[in-house]
Each structure stands twice: as structure tokens, then as C-alpha cells.
């Protein structure tokens, strides 16, 4: 099981993001459930999961703020195909996003500086 990172981006943060590419296997579709971790130094607020594309469906939401070196599973609701669109708001209103992140390779989300 591999890893996706998303770096924490904003004032003074600077700004990375990686990608994993779509799934190869047509009709794949993700774990059921998806583990965030926060490696930042501050709280992680807000986290949505939708779908990507004209119709995007909120899938996932974080319940309550995650503390820093912390991590919660998030379990997905009513999945569709790989591509996902992240979007996290930290305390220090740092944020974090990704398009197109494929969650059929990754089940684990970390949030770093």
C-alpha cells in the first residue's frame, strides 16, 4: 500500500503536490475507506473528498478538527471511478488540494509542511 502526500500550501508554506496516475484496470474502484494523517504542526479543520468532473458529489468529509500527528479513517460514500478531488483547510488557514488524486492506488492521505 502506497502513500499519497499533499503538501500544506499558503502563506509562507510552499505549494507541492503529487499526483498518482488513473488506474489502469477499467471499472476499479476504491477501498471503502481512506486514512488521513496530519504531519503538519496544526490542527486540520476541514477535509472534503468529491468526485472530479462536471457532476462532482461531496463523498467523504472529515467529522471534527484532526490534531496534528494524528490520523482518522474516512470512509467513502457511494464511490464512483479513481479520479477524486481533495480540498483541506488547516487552523493557520493554510489549505491543500488535489485534482484528480487516484484512490484506488492510495488509501492513505498525508498532510505534511
Known amino acids: ?9 499558503g502563506i509562507g508554506i510552499g505549494a507541492a503536490i ?4 488513473p488506474a489502469l484496470a ?4 476504491p477501498h471503502p475507506q481512506i486514512t488521513i494523517t496530519n504531519q503538519r504542526a496544526v490542527p ?8 472530479t468532473g462536471e457532476q462532482s ?6 467529522a471534527k478538527p484532526l490534531a496534528p500527528g494524528k ?3 474516512l470512509k467513502l460514500n457511494k464511490p ?3 479520479s477524486y478531488f ?5 487552523a493557520d488557514e493554510a489549505e491543500t488540494d488535489a485534482d484528480g488524486m487516484d484512490l484506488c492506488k492510495d488509501r492513505v492521505i498525508r498532510l505534511t509542511e
Open 44 to 51: 486540520l479543520e476541514s477535509l472534503e473528498i468529491a468526485t
Open 80 to 82: 464512483q471511478g479513481c
Open 26 to 29: 477499467q471499472g476499479a474502484r
Open 1 to 9: 500500500m502506497k502513500a499519497h502526500q499533499l503538501v500544506a500550501r
Open 18 to 21: 503529487l499526483i498518482a496516475l
Open 86 to 90: 481533495i480540498l483541506g483547510k488547516f
Open 57 to 62: 458529489r461531496l463523498v467523504a468529509k472529515l
Open 71 to 73: 490520523s482518522t479513517t
